[in-house]
């Protein structure tokens, strides 16, 4: 069990529609994980991310399209032949059995010889840390021990892909941070094709090879995270992962060139390619930085308010009526900025990112 006995397989999802009754809860997905890739479905609820993750287990009615497993389409065939295994948000152990006969259960369902139970029982348990726990009964365990004890369930089978349906979301914050690294060493120590089904940006962001962010049934952006963050194709995108400032305006073209004109005395200049017309801006809170009053190109404003936020200091700062949120790194005995202040911001062109949406 220390190694797969499979090698990861690539799953190819193609125009895969699904509604329940009258209502279209996937439309349209296409996308492609690469063998042994850790995968996340990130959205918020509605978005059809847990859908599309039990369409692929097999679980629900069967959608239109195809998803293929190495090239072989597993719609229409039942759960038990398709060889994945997902671990639910609630653990879903049985509370009369204990560690050791939970994860066993899979493999007695399979009719897997008795002799060969124990050791691959085991060699599971061993592998998340929990084999001094087999004889304990779920009651017995914590949160993230019976996190742990599912994962085993699902991996002693030895599937072909792994599925994860935010399996951390019932754990508190501290216990996520570990959790989330430990199910990161677990998959790359197995080499598994892995989704992970999310809401929770920080968690796909910190574990995950690409993510596909989901909204209203549909894929918006596929890419790795930072690459998403920092180029978000939609209006959505740029505010679903993380906080973004998105202003309202033009692309306008004088003799200086073209440049982004959202009134407030704000211009912004673009590439001289980008067509002309209504659009909108998206620049990041860390991409603004406090000017010194009076420096070239700076933005006169005031301080409408400010949030500590640990790490650094997020203000909200009004420019002739226009708001940009702007952080600043916090210091320890660093003088915090004041309602109704006169500040100066300085905006660096290639950060900000052009989407007309």
């Known amino acids: 069990m220390t190694t797969m006995q499979t090698a990861p397989v690539q799953i190819d999802i193609e125009n895969l529609s699904l509604s329940f009754g009258k209502t279209e809860v996937l439309k349209g997905v296409n996308l492609a994980i690469r063998p042994g890739e850790f995968f996340a479905f990130l959205g918020p609820s509605g978005s059809g991310k847990s859908t599309l993750l039990r369409a692929i287990a097999g679980f629900g009615p069967n959608p239109k399209g195809q998803i293929k497993l190495d090239g072989q389409d597993i719609v229409g065939s039942v759960p038990w032949q398709r060889n994945v295994g997902m671990v639910f948000q609630s653990y879903a152990l049985w509370p009369h059995m204990t560690v050791a006969k939970n994860v066993a259960f899979g493999l007695e369902e399979r009719k897997v010889p008795s002799s060969e139970i124990g050791p691959k029982v085991l060699a599971a348990l061993e592998l998340v840390g929990m084999a001094d726990y087999a004889e ?37 914050a501290n216990l996520r941070v570990q959790m989330r690294q430990d199910l990161l060493k677990l998959q790359r120590r197995l080499g598994i094709t892995t989704i992970f089904v999310t809401h929770d940006q920080e968690e796909a962001n910190t574990i995950c090879d690409r993510i596909a962010v989901m909204a209203d049934g549909v894929v918006q952006q596929i890419g790795r995270p930072d690459e998403v963050y920092d180029n978000p194709a939609n209006s959505f995108v740029a505010k679903f992962l993380g906080t973004a400032n998105i202003l309202e305006g033009e692309v306008v073209a004088s003799a200086e060139g073209k440049s982004f004109d959202c009134g407030a005395n704000l211009r912004i200049p ?10 909108r801006l998206v620049v990041r809170p860390e991409s603004i930085e406090f000017a010194a009053d009076g420096a070239n190109d700076s933005l006169s404003g005031l301080v409408a308010s400010a949030e500590f936020l640990g790490g650094m200091v997020r203000y909200a700062i009004d420019v002739n009526g226009q708001e940009l949120l702007v952080d600043e790194r916090h210091t320890r005995g660093k003088k915090r900025m004041e309602k109704g202040e006169n500040v100066a911001l300085k905006l660096d062109p290639a950060q900000a990112v052009l989407i007309r949406d």
């Not at 009651?139 to 994962?151: D, I, N, T």
């Not at 673009?270 to 209504?278: F, L, M, Y």
């Open 270 to 279: 673009v590439d001289a390619d980008e067509a002309t017309g209504k659009a």
């Open 136 to 172: 304990r009964f779920p009651s017995q365990l914590s949160g993230g021990q019976q996190q742990r004890v599912a994962l085993a369930r699902t991996i002693v089978v030895e599937p072909r892909v792994l599925l994860l349906d935010e399996p951390l979301s019932n754990l508190d």
